[in-house]
């Protein structure tokens, strides 16, 4: 006996089974009192003088919490300072980054990093 399928169907059967998976999945997580992995946000801040990098990544991330009225949870993020382009693109932590700052005079406020919003983690 031979079944037909149409493509919407075979979608969505596929669907179907990827849902279940998922809640059988987060039910087993669930019962084994199991953590999720709290995955980390890496920025990465290329300024000459490391401390200065920090000082204006701090600064930023200030004006972000003023701007989105939230506190952005600090345990979350890692910071890896780079002092050229250079050094940051042979960084191993550059495959991960979510956000790259380049601080300079020019450092440019949080309303300029719209993205911000949806790449830092608020509590």
């Not at 279940?20 to 709290?38: H, N, Q, W």
């Not at 989105?68 to 250079?86: F, L, S, T």
Request: proline share 3%; aromatic share 12%.
């Amino acid at each position: 006996m031979h079944i037909f399928l149409s493509n919407q169907a075979f979608f969505q059967a596929i669907l179907d089974l990827g849902i279940r998976t998922s809640y059988s999945y987060s039910s087993l997580i669930t019962r084994l009192g199991v953590k999720p992995f709290d995955q980390k946000v890496v920025v990465i801040v290329i300024a000459k003088n490391e401390w200065d990098g920090h000082i204006a990544l701090f600064d930023l991330f200030e004006e972000c919490e003023t701007l989105y009225k939230k506190q952005i949870d600090q345990r979350r993020i890692r910071y890896v300072c780079c002092k050229d382009v250079e050094s940051a693109r042979l960084n191993p932590n550059m495959e991960f980054a979510n956000f790259i700052l380049v601080a300079n005079e020019d450092l440019c406020d949080a309303a300029s990093y719209p993205e911000l919003e949806h790449i830092l983690p608020f509590i």
